[in-house]
């Protein structure tokens, strides 16, 4: 059924989610989580469900942008695993948010250096220093063989392999 037919409760349904969408990019799961909060009496699940469906065959609701744009506005400040885990908690497949991460210009190294440069500018001086960085970093969703070759102070390629 299409989306304003019948009652003119499916296209105030309908309404509500492009006026989300016109807002910015959302995952279909956490769009449906926010319009569900919004459902009155005539309004029901499937009729949600249709609303989702509807928006994704007219690609005005996709995942695949929506974890791209994350990634994009993200990435900067946080690390690869961060941006996998809330795309995860928004509702983004696991293999989907894994490809947007992945196929992101810029490695992990590079923002995590950039990042911590910006913070930090030096290398810690004693343990307690270094300690302090490190938890910044981990905190953002940074790797720690990703921190480990940040804080080591060399100038180490992301595809380089290690020297241990």
């Known amino acids: 059924m299409a989306a304003g037919a019948g009652s003119g409760a499916p296209r105030s349904l309908m309404a509500r989610a492009i006026a989300a969408l016109a807002r910015r990019e959302h995952s279909r799961t956490e769009l449906a989580?926010?319009?569900?909060?919004?459902?009155?009496?005539?309004d029901d699940h499937a009729a949600l469900e249709r609303v989702l469906d509807e928006l994704e065959a007219r690609q005005l609701l996709s995942d695949e942008r929506y974890a791209g744009a994350t990634v994009r506005t993200r990435s900067a400040r946080y690390g690869d695993a961060r941006l996998r885990r809330e795309l995860a908690a928004k509702g983004?497949?696991?293999?989907?948010?894994?490809?947007?991460?992945q196929s992101h210009a810029g490695g992990e190294l590079e923002r995590a250096r950039?990042?911590?440069?910006?913070?930090?500018?030096?290398?810690?001086d004693s343990l307690p220093e270094r300690a302090r960085q490190t938890r910044f970093l981990l905190a953002r969703g940074f790797s720690g063989e990703t921190i480990r070759r940040v804080l080591g102070g060399r100038a180490v390629s992301e595809h380089e392999?290690?020297?241990d």
């Open 161 to 163: 392999v290690p020297d």
């Open 92 to 101: 983004v497949d696991v293999e989907l948010a894994a490809a947007a991460v």
């Open 33 to 42: 989580r926010k319009l569900v909060r919004t459902l009155e009496p005539p």
């Open 114 to 124: 950039a990042l911590w440069q910006r913070r930090f500018g030096a290398l810690p």
